[in-house]
């Protein structure tokens, strides 16, 4: 199945060059570009592509905006979003995330990352840049901006005990090939059991139910040093 590319960034030169880096993968297809974030999301609209490279710093409406507005749109729940900017920090990697993004790269990425990283995305899987720590993710996520609202502990409700278990586990960070270990089950029953927790919980991928299981409690935050 070919993975249906947007690409969002304020410089033509580089949309450009992207553009002909994931066309020449017999997997993939761009299906447009956006010059800002309303555009992003006005084209995302229209072509529902899967995933949707999206910097942050734009003119107008910036990249976190649109992210938010893609990923709040229940008629583009199968669009994912992946952020490819810059300003690679703590905040903005934080911001991202919480409005739905579901992975984070620099722009010193080399090629065959971004190519992964693309198709890590569009299959589900959340992925963050070596940067993005999780010790970050304890960090912003279990402590919501001013006025957010936290999971509530009853949403989790609807879940097994290993798929409480399972989400836990992959809250603080553990590759499903961990999990399996420790579980001592197969990597592809842990699969399993992630995709139905995002099911039952309505996310759209691994990165939301991270912020699920701080939000709701499931997980706590290690105590700073």
Same mark, same amino acid.
């Given at each position: ?66 992210? #938010? ?7 583009? =729940? *199968? $669009? %994912?979003? !992946? &952020? ?6 703590? /905040? ?29 995305? #569009? ?7 070596? =940067? *993005? $720590? %999780?010790? !970050? &993710? ?6 919501? /901006? ?80």
């Amino acid at each position: 199945m070919t993975i249906r590319v947007l690409l969002a960034d304020d410089q033509a030169l580089l949309r450009a060059t992207f553009r002909i880096l994931i066309d020449s993968c017999a997997d993939m297809d761009v299906v447009g570009e956006a010059a800002d974030g309303e555009e992003a999301v006005e084209l995302t609209r229209a072509h529902h592509p899967d995933v949707v490279v999206m910097d942050i710093r734009m003119p107008g409406m910036d990249g976190l905006t649109g992210t #938010a507005v893609i990923c709040g749109d229940p008629d583009l =729940s *199968a $669009t %994912r979003v !992946l &952020i490819l900017t810059t300003f690679e920090v703590d /905040e903005y990697v934080a911001q991202a995330i919480r409005a739905g993004a579901s992975g984070f790269l620099g722009k010193d990425v080399l090629p065959g990352e971004l190519l992964t990283a693309i198709r890590t995305v #569009a299959s589900g899987d959340a992925l963050l840049s070596p =940067s *993005a $720590t %999780r010790a !970050l &993710i304890t960090r912003f996520l279990a402590t919501p /901006e001013s006025g957010a609202r936290l999971a509530s502990p009853e949403r989790l409700a609807a879940l097994t005990a290993r798929e409480r278990e399972v989400m836990a586990l992959a809250a603080e960070g553990w590759s499903n090939s961990e999990i399996a270990e420790e579980l001592v089950v197969s990597p592809l029953t842990v699969r399993t059991h992630v995709h139905r927790a995002m099911a039952k919980l309505d996310v759209r991928d691994r990165a939301q139910l991270v912020v699920i299981a701080y939000q709701s409690g499931l997980v706590r935050p290690a105590p700073p040093h």
